[in-house]
């Protein structure tokens, strides 16, 4: 009913930039929060920032200052803007949404994109 497509992931080098996008499509209604999450190798996943559909944002220690995320409700679309990356960014991005669907009964339902791969050299 949903689909989530992520794009912009890749390799970059310590201290450059990357943006990440997320444009989500299907049966919808109304999007809720948006936001994005990593999981780093070896490791769990874990949040990046969130944005509301309002606009309202929330970063995590590592992103503050260096991370943006933005939305556009007109496309669907969430952004995060990544700068001065350093090794330790390296991980699977993955942008999640929270989701009314038309079908009102089915409520809101939590959605996960495929993931983008993020991979900053040393």
């Known amino acids: 009913q949903v689909q989530l497509v992520e794009s912009g992931g890749g390799l970059v080098q310590a201290g450059g930039s990357l943006r990440l996008s997320c444009v989500a499509s299907?049966?919808?209604?109304?999007?809720?929060?948006m936001g994005w999450y990593r999981q780093p190798p070896g490791n769990q996943r874990e949040l990046v920032a969130t944005?509301?559909?309002?606009?309202?944002?929330n970063y995590v220690d590592f992103a503050k200052g260096r991370f943006s995320i933005s939305r556009d409700n007109g496309k669907k679309a969430v952004s995060l803007h990544m700068n001065t990356l350093k090794p330790e960014a390296t991980a699977v991005y993955s942008c999640?949404?929270?989701?009314?669907?038309?079908?009102?009964?089915?409520?809101?339902?939590?959605?996960w994109g495929q993931g983008t791969q993020v991979v900053v050299s040393s």
């Open positions: 999640n949404t929270r989701i009314q669907l038309r079908d009102m009964t089915l409520g809101v339902v939590n959605y």
């Open positions: 944005i509301t559909s309002t606009g309202s944002t």
């Open positions: 299907g049966s919808i209604f109304r999007i809720d929060d």
